[in-house]
């Protein structure tokens, strides 16, 4: 099963974007899906998290009020709106899945997508 990120592209600063995360072949149980980032030069960050049991959802500050992650457990999804886009919101945006507990790191991750916004 494999997890694939859609939706990158070019956009200007104060735009937006949603990205699109989906599983290929048969579907799988997760405990929670979320999208990371990881900027030229720099180390991946979890840029935000979804956890099915209760649906609480987790920002990393540099993103809070800006992004939003929703999806749907039974279809393997997760989306990312990205609004107020800001030029160091640049970066390839991962997805993956935490396939055996929430306590545990992600096991399943998906190829990234390019978003880079222009300033």
């Known amino acids: 099963v494999q997890l694939q990120a859609s939706g990158g592209g070019l956009m200007q600063a104060g735009g937006s974007l949603r990205l699109s995360c989906a599983a290929s072949g048969r579907t799988f149980t997760s405990y929670a899906m979320g999208w990371f980032r990881q900027a030229p030069g720099k180390e991946r960050e979890s840029v935000a998290t979804?956890?099915?049991?209760?649906?609480?959802?987790y920002y990393a500050d540099s993103v809070k009020g800006r992004f939003t992650i929703s999806g749907d457990n039974a279809k393997n999804t997760v989306y990312l709106q990205m609004n107020s886009l800001k030029p160091e919101d640049t970066a390839v945006y991962y997805c993956?899945?935490?396939?055996?507990?929430?306590?545990?790191?992600?096991?399943?991750w998906g190829q990234g997508t390019l978003v880079t916004v222009s300033s």
């Open positions: 979804i956890r099915w049991s209760g649906g609480s959802t």
């Open positions: 993956a899945a935490k396939t055996r507990s929430w306590y545990v790191q992600y096991d399943n």
